[in-house]
């Protein structure tokens, strides 16, 4: 599950070119077109007791507690990312294949507060074949939202994939090629903005021998490719934005974990504190404030017993937080709760493969159970994204592996239950 989902989720780690990522959803997949839908219910999984003995306790009183939230995705189906604007309105991606070879396609799926359905997404199409993945979603508005991820060209080179949400319908919307002159693979790992005349998607791109990362911009009219630092081999996996001039974006470079900063003008990199491991990514990074960013990512040799990395930003310096004494956590995506200083992780533990999740509340890190839809002698479940509404409220998804090596993609929700 970790280099199928994890890498179809965050290219950073092994380069965003469409084609090779569309490579290992071959058999991620599986038909929807003609399948009736599966509608997953609770599932056993790892202990659903986060903050009592028993949940739900007897008499009618509460508790916090993550379930398998019912949910239309077809069997053989993944969900990278999801981003909630209100409890009535949230949208998941990802992507299915329909048992074709090389025929991978767009999965996009939105909450209205009752229940998960479906929405038409389209996607490139290259002699009846697609080969097309959406790795994050970012909102503006309700009715200006963002997928993006990448697709396949017949000549084996992927590119950047674009979608937009105007309230009505989601549509592709065209990307620059990075080279005019000779093939570039290219794609995108995350997007996210401030305005709809400011929107950024950051990924990567690789020539013949190395990958750099890719930085783009939206200025309402069209996307640009915009001036990176000279990294010399790396990615970017994730960007916030909470300011036309601050912009945080996260990744690797050169076997290190990797920060950039926009400053209105500029990208530049931020020094981080050095961490004694082989080689280290950032996956995921969220703001709470300007002066309060988190990023969470791994140890990518798996050399180490607790591969987890989190890193805070104080205003003036990053700096490492140690969150758990639990060793084998991955860390796959992080958000922050709005109104509050409190943030979520999701990922998996490393031995097990159950999902993980963790939240940082009142100044500390806790690993809060959540649901292992395979909670058989194999288990192979991971989050791949979150968000949350409040501190009540918040969503993960990802995907689980049967032991027949069939996939589904997975929605939990975090939310109050009562006895």
């Known amino acids: ?177 990075v080279s005019s002159t000779v093939p570039v693979g290219n794609g995108f790992a995350s997007v996210a903005g401030v305005a709809s005349n400011d929107v950024w998607a950051v990924g990567s791109y690789r020539t013949s021998n190395a990958s750099q990362p890719l930085i783009e911009h939206w200025d309402g009219t069209q996307w640009s490719i915009v001036a990176n630092p000279n990294v010399v081999t790396g990615s970017l996996s994730s960007v916030v934005a909470l300011a036309s001039n601050n912009v ?52 990518i040799n798996n050399r180490l017993p607790d591969p987890q990395l989190i890193e805070q930003w104080n205003g003036t310096q990053w700096s490492v937080v140690n969150a758990s004494t639990q060793s084998g956590l991955v860390p796959l995506s992080v958000t922050s709760v709005p109104g509050t200083q409190e943030v979520w992780s999701a990922g998996y533990y490393d031995v097990g493969k159950y999902t993980l999740t963790q939240w940082y509340t009142q100044g500390s890190w806790q690993i809060v159970p959540s649901v292992s839809v395979d909670s058989g002698a194999a288990p192979n479940d991971e989050l791949n994204g979150i968000s949350a509404v409040s501190s009540t409220n918040v969503w993960a998804v990802g995907g689980v592996t049967y032991p027949d090596g069939t996939y589904q993609a997975v929605i939990e929700h975090f939310a109050p239950r009562y006895g």
């Open 248 to 299: 945080w974006a996260v990744g690797f470079m050169q076997r290190q974990a990797l920060v950039e900063h926009w400053d209105g003008s500029t990208w530049s990199v931020i020094p981080t504190p050095h961490v004694p491991a082989d080689s280290y990514a950032f996956d995921s990074v969220a703001a709470v404030s300007a002066n309060d960013i988190w990023a969470v990512g791994t140890e």
């Open 1 to 177: 599950m970790r280099r199928v989902l994890q890498y179809w989720r965050r290219p950073a780690h092994l380069i965003v070119i469409s084609v090779a990522v569309c490579l290992l959803l071959i058999g991620l997949f599986g038909a929807w077109f003609g399948l009736p839908l599966l509608h997953l219910a609770h599932a056993n999984g790892r202990p659903l007791i986060p903050h009592t003995k028993t949940c739900p306790p007897p008499g009618g009183q509460q508790c916090l507690q993550w379930t398998v939230s019912s949910s239309p995705i077809v069997k053989n189906s993944g969900l990278s990312a999801v981003t909630t604007l209100s409890a009535t309105d949230a949208w998941a991606v990802g992507g299915y294949n329909n048992n074709m070879v090389n025929t991978n396609l767009t999965l996009i799926e939105h909450w209205n507060g009752a229940s998960w359905a479906v929405t038409p997404s389209p996607n490139v199409t290259f002699s009846g074949q697609s080969n097309d993945s959406l790795s994050a979603v970012g909102a503006i508005s309700s009715n200006d939202i963002w997928a993006v991820g990448s697709f396949g060209y017949p000549n084996g080179f992927g590119q950047a994939l674009a979608e937009h949400w105007n309230g009505a319908q989601w549509s592709v919307v065209n990307t620059p090629p």
